[in-house]
Every structure is written in structure tokens, then in C-alpha cells.
Nanobody, 126 residues
Framework: QLQAYGGGLVQAGGSLRLSCVAS?????????VAWFRQAPGKEREGLSC????????VYTDSVRGRFTISQDKAKSTVYLQMNSLKPEDTAVYFC????????????????????WGQGTQVTVSS
């Protein structure tokens, strides 16, 4: 089972750290973990992904330099540190895993993931 935690209400310019926690083997056998978000009336947007080794990370342009993805394998947890938050970052945030790696920015395509966790709401006030 996969679950995203850590959302909440924060003022613009603030920070939040999201956690994607896996129970069972959902992270243990995954090669990729990614974060997505979906705002009302908008398509799901890929934000960042990290390889199992932790060496390879990818970010979409809108969050690069503000968000950082990391992992703690011992805790079966992948984090998304979000700094300098903006009102347009308001959305439900999801994590997803994939067993086999895909190249480059393909990891930000929601269609390549078949296993999703429940989301967590992030609201950024202006």
C-alpha cells in the first residue's frame, strides 16, 4: 500500500515536506517513484521522479530549484521537499511507483504508472 502524507495549508513562500510511505513491498520492488499533482479542472502533472538507486532524479520545469525529491530506503519512504511555495502549487499531490525504469522525462508521464497512492491536499494561500 502506498500513501502520501504531509499536505496542509501554508502561506506563499513557505515550505512543506511530503512523504510517500509504502507498506509491504510496493517500494522495495520499484525502480521508480514519482510525485504528481492535480489541481481542480486540470490534468495530472508530473513533478519529479527518483530512481531506486537515488542517483537519477528528474524535475519538471515548474518546480525545478524549489522542490527536492529524496528517499530513505530503510523507511520505505520517498520525500518531496517543497520550498518557496506559490498559490499555483495548490493541488492534491500523489505518489506513484513503477517496477521498471523509463528513460528521462518519461518518468513524469502519469500513463506509465500503474500503482498509485492516495493523495494529500496542499493549499498555498497568497
Amino acid at each position: 500500500q502506498l500513501q502520501a502524507y504531509g499536505g496542509g495549508l501554508v502561506q506563499a513562500g513557505g515550505s512543506l515536506r511530503l512523504s510517500c510511505v509504502a507498506s509491504g513491498s510496493s517500494l522495495g520492488f520499484s525502480s521508480l517513484v514519482a510525485w504528481f499533482r492535480q489541481a481542480p479542472g486540470k490534468e495530472r502533472e508530473g513533478l519529479s521522479c527518483i530512481s531506486r538507486s537515488g542517483i537519477s532524479t528528474v524535475y519538471t520545469d515548474s518546480v525545478r530549484g524549489r522542490f527536492t525529491i529524496s528517499q530513505d530506503k530503510a523507511k520505505s519512504t520517498v520525500y518531496l521537499q517543497m520550498n518557496s511555495l506559490k498559490p499555483e502549487d495548490t493541488a492534491v499531490y500523489f505518489c506513484a511507483v513503477r517496477a521498471i525504469r523509463v528513460p528521462g522525462s518519461t518518468c513524469l508521464n502519469s500513463a506509465v504508472y500503474g500503482y498509485w497512492g492516495q493523495g494529500t491536499q496542499v493549499t498555498v494561500s497568497s
